[in-house]
Antibody
Framework: QVQLQESGPGLVKPSETLSLTCTVSGGSISSYYWSWIRQPPGKGLEWIGYIYYSGSTNYNPSLKSRVTISVDTSKNQFSLKLSSVTAADTAVYYC??????????????????WGKGTTVTVSS | QSVLTQPPSASGTPGQRVTISCSGSSSNIGSNYVYWYQQLPGTAPKLLIYRNNQRPSGVPDRFSGSKSGTSASLAISGLRSEDEADYYCAAWDDSLSGLYVFGTGTKVTVL
C-alpha cells in the first residue's frame, strides 16, 4: 500500500524559500502525477501543482512565479520549493498521488493517496 | 481563490439524508469531472467520489455523487456520527494553462 510522508522545516522566515520533500513508500514513483496541496489555518484547500515522474510540471497560475516542484526517482521522492514566502504562505502542506487519464468524455485528474501533512509557519 | 461554491454548513440527525451542492462554471464542472474529498477533523483529505459518481474501494455506498451542467452534488444517506467532517468538491479548470480547483468546503454536523 502506497504511503506518502512530508518532511521539512516547520518554521521559515519571511522572504526566504520554503522547502519540503515527500517520500513515497510501498510503491514506485514512476507513473502517476505527484502533487502538492496546502491548507491555511481554518481555511480551504489550494492546489499548488504537480510533477510527472518524467519531470513535466503544471503549477497553479497564482503561485507559478514562486513554485518549483522536482522529482528524484532514485530516492522515490519529490520536492516543493516556494520562494519569497510571506505570512500568507503559512499552512499545512500535503503531498499526494495524482491519477490522470482521459475517459470516456473528459480528461480526469484527482488525488487518491495523501500524506498526513506538515505544518509550515512563516514568521521571523 | 476558490471558484467552486459550496454552502458553508449542512446538518442532519443520524439516519437522515444530507445533500451538499457545488456550483462552478463552464470551464470547470461544465467541461470536466467532479471529485469529492472528505476531511475528518485534524486529518488529511480523503478521496470520496471520483469522476462524478464513482466510489473508491472502501467508501460506503451511503455516499453518492452527481453532476448536472455546471453544478454537482454529494448526497450522504443514512447519516452517521462518523460522517461529521468537512467536504470539498473539486474539478479540473481549463482556464489559462489548466489548474485543479477546490470548492469552498462544507462542514457537515451530525446533530
Amino acid at each position: 500500500q502506497v504511503q506518502l510522508q512530508e518532511s521539512g522545516p516547520g518554521l521559515v522566515k519571511p522572504s526566504e524559500t520554503l522547502s519540503l520533500t515527500c517520500t513515497v513508500s510501498g510503491g514506485s514513483i514512476s507513473s502517476y502525477y505527484w502533487s502538492w496541496i496546502r491548507q491555511p489555518p481554518g481555511k480551504g484547500l489550494e492546489w499548488i501543482g504537480y510533477i510527472y515522474y518524467s519531470g513535466s510540471t503544471n503549477y497553479n497560475p497564482s503561485l507559478k512565479s514562486r513554485v518549483t516542484i522536482s522529482v528524484d526517482t532514485s530516492k522515490n521522492q519529490f520536492s516543493l520549493k516556494l520562494s519569497s514566502v510571506t505570512a500568507a504562505d503559512t499552512a499545512v502542506y500535503y503531498c499526494a498521488r495524482g491519477v490522470t487519464g482521459t475517459a470516456p468524455y473528459y480528461y480526469y485528474y484527482y488525488m487518491d493517496v495523501w500524506g498526513k501533512g506538515t505544518t509550515v509557519t512563516v514568521s521571523s | 481563490q476558490s471558484v467552486l461554491t459550496q454552502p458553508p454548513s449542512a446538518s442532519g440527525t443520524p439516519g437522515q439524508r444530507v445533500t451538499i451542492s457545488c456550483s462552478g462554471s463552464s470551464s470547470n464542472i461544465g467541461s470536466n469531472y467532479v471529485y469529492w474529498y472528505q476531511q475528518l477533523p485534524g486529518t488529511a483529505p480523503k478521496l470520496l467520489i471520483y469522476r462524478n459518481n464513482q466510489r473508491p474501494s472502501g467508501v460506503p455506498d451511503r455516499f453518492s455523487g452527481s453532476k448536472s451542467g455546471t453544478s454537482a452534488s454529494l448526497a450522504i444517506s443514512g447519516l452517521r456520527s462518523e460522517d461529521e467532517a468537512d467536504y470539498y468538491c473539486a474539478a479540473w479548470d481549463d482556464s489559462l494553462s489548466g489548474l485543479y480547483v477546490f470548492g469552498t468546503g462544507t462542514k457537515v454536523t451530525v446533530l
